[in-house]
């Protein structure tokens, strides 16, 4: 859970740049739900561009959130992160042909700098690995 602890400045910009890159492959599916709830709520107002989302919410689900097991095409394994890309960049190509434009790249304006924030005040020497089952720090992680 939430522990305000765990939130400081970082000490300088290559300890910020060292965080941002350890929190986002922690947290990267948790960044994805954030991103993707706040383009949601951008897209309220415009049904068109809402229907869209939400039929590329469905593939989001069944392709990257409630997988259990890597997912395989033609007997190769896709990583999560190819996973990841891919269909953030379907969705975004998907939703501008919907005449979008001004409410995603908000959207996707606000969601970077949440993530960023979060990323780079969250300190990384309390992480949990569960593979591993040991506390993921600065030191250890890549």
Do not use: C, Q
């Not at 979008?100 to 309390?126: E, F, M, Q, W, Y």
Request: charge should be neutral.
């Amino acid at each position: 859970m939430f522990n305000i602890r765990s939130i400081n400045f970082p000490g300088n910009l290559s300890e910020a740049i060292s965080r941002v890159r350890t929190n986002v492959a922690y947290f990267r599916m948790n960044y994805a739900v954030i991103v993707l709830l706040i383009l949601f709520l951008s897209l309220l107002w415009k049904p068109i561009s809402l229907i869209v989302f939400v039929v590329m919410m469905a593939a989001w689900l069944f392709l990257y959130f409630l997988r259990d097991e890597p997912l395989v095409v033609f007997n190769r394994t896709i990583a999560d992160r190819v996973v990841l890309i891919v269909l953030g960049v379907l969705t975004i190509v998907f939703l501008f042909l919907t005449d979008a434009t001004l409410n995603i790249l908000v959207s996707l304006l606000i969601g970077a700098v949440v993530v960023l924030v979060h990323a780079s005040l969250r300190r990384t020497d309390d992480l949990y690995d569960e593979e591993s089952g040991l506390m993921t720090g600065p030191s250890s992680s890549s």
